[in-house]
């Protein structure tokens, strides 16, 4: 049994990371109020602007001016990984970068040969992996998780859009974890590029759509905006997640410093009660050993 000052001084580093955690809780549980405000909010309007984009591609789908409805067979694949800059937060980083690994070993494999599959990092974390294995890194952005707004993903979306259209990439596929709550979070993969229509979305087929003022503007207009909201939905949604994957982990941390604290607390106590037993012997003994 360790001796009683190793025990004391482990209780203090226990109870120092105790505090540590319970802070981290804190501050998360802070930080999640406030990104959940903002998913909660902008989901509605996300979600109707993706209704009014998909009406719009039920009706021009197969005409040549919506360029961002290609049919061909993809060979170009850009994949759009979404983690954070912290760790202390589970599993929230190690799913999304399995799964990114996954696509380009597996679904992806024969493009990933011929070198054809490159990411998009948002997030240190996925960027120093991504980079540290050899893969094929564009680019990354690891500073707009910083201080998060739409106008600061702009220009990532912009990129994406433009050489996609420059034909540089023919699918753009992102890859992030979806807030659903503290302790819940949704892998996500979802095609961003070419637009594709939710087998389970319904329409009525006998709307006559007017279109005001033109097809060739909504394609050029309303398309890009909706895909911009689309990039800073699945960045807010990650940010979200990421608070709350981080209050869980601290949460359970805390809740196993008390309980080894207790632990230590006990085995400090025996440890101390068999220290006083035996100088009690000792005394007795040397009594005894006095009276003869």
């Known amino acids: 049994m360790a001796n009683l000052k190793e025990i004391r001084t482990r209780i203090t580093s226990v109870k120092s990371t105790k505090q540590i955690t319970s802070a981290m809780k804190m501050v998360s549980a802070a930080k999640l109020k406030k990104a959940q405000d903002a998913v909660i909010n902008l989901r509605p309007y996300a979600g109707k602007l993706h209704q009014i984009l998909f009406h719009i591609n039920k009706t021009i789908d197969q005409e040549e001016e919506n360029i961002y409805c290609r049919n061909e067979i993809p060979e170009r694949i850009l994949i759009v990984s979404i983690t954070s800059n912290k760790g202390l937060c589970g599993a929230f980083n190690a799913n999304v970068i399995k799964q990114v690994t996954t696509l380009i070993n597996d679904d992806y494999s024969s493009e990933n040969k011929a070198g054809n599959v490159s990411i998009f990092s948002i997030g240190k974390k996925g960027s120093e992996f991504f980079h540290s294995k050899g893969y094929q890194l564009l680019g990354f952005n690891n500073h707009i998780l910083d201080n998060l707004n739409f106008e600061i993903t702009v220009p990532i979306s912009e990129d994406i859009l433009r050489r ?35 087998t389970d979305f319904k329409t009525d087929e006998s709307f006559d759509y007017i279109f005001e003022p033109t097809k060739e503007y909504i394609v050029k207009e309303l398309i890009p905006k909706s895909l911009k909201i689309q990039l800073y939905e699945a960045v807010l ?45 000792e005394i007795v003994g040397g009594a005894e050993a006095l009276k003869k």
């Open 164 to 198: 996609y259209l420059k034909k540089e990439f023919d699918k753009v596929i992102l890859v992030y974890n979806k807030f659903k709550n503290a302790a819940v979070q949704i892998l996500s993969v979802v095609q961003y590029l070419p637009i594709e229509i939710p």
């Open 237 to 281: 949604e990650s940010v979200a997640a990421e608070h709350g994957a981080r209050m869980t982990a601290m949460h359970k941390a805390t809740d196993n410093a008390t309980g080894l604290i207790k632990e230590l607390q006990l085995h400090y106590n025996k440890a101390r009660q068999a220290a006083i037993t035996n100088e009690i012997l």
